[in-house]
């Protein structure tokens, strides 16, 4: 998703640039001040030894991504909800004979 959104991907290729990555807070975007504008950066240790770093449009991109991502699991999620309800439903109809 940060790719998707304009994120840079950075190899820790050195040993500095592992050591840094490992005292940075991991799986979470942070930001920092670079000529008094914001810098984003995800430091990913786990999947890809890698630093994520971004600007303001691809952190506000990432933001929406997350957003739109978020909807679309709780639709998914009410979708399962109701069909469950529904045939919860269609067992207790079942019950009663046939008139």
Request: hydrophobic share 40%.
């Amino acid at each position: 998703m940060l790719a998707a959104a304009g994120f840079r991907m950075r190899p820790a290729d050195t040993s500095a640039k592992v050591d840094d990555l490992k005292s940075r807070t991991q799986l979470k975007v942070r930001y920092t001040l670079h000529d008094g504008r914001p810098r984003y950066w995800f430091a990913d240790p786990v999947v890809c030894d890698c630093l994520y770093v971004g600007n303001e449009a691809d952190y506000q991109r990432y933001e929406q991504l997350r957003i739109e991502q978020r909807a679309s699991q709780e639709e998914a999620q009410a979708a399962a909800l109701n069909e469950d309800a529904v045939e919860q439903e269609q067992m207790n109809f079942m019950m009663w004979p046939i008139w």
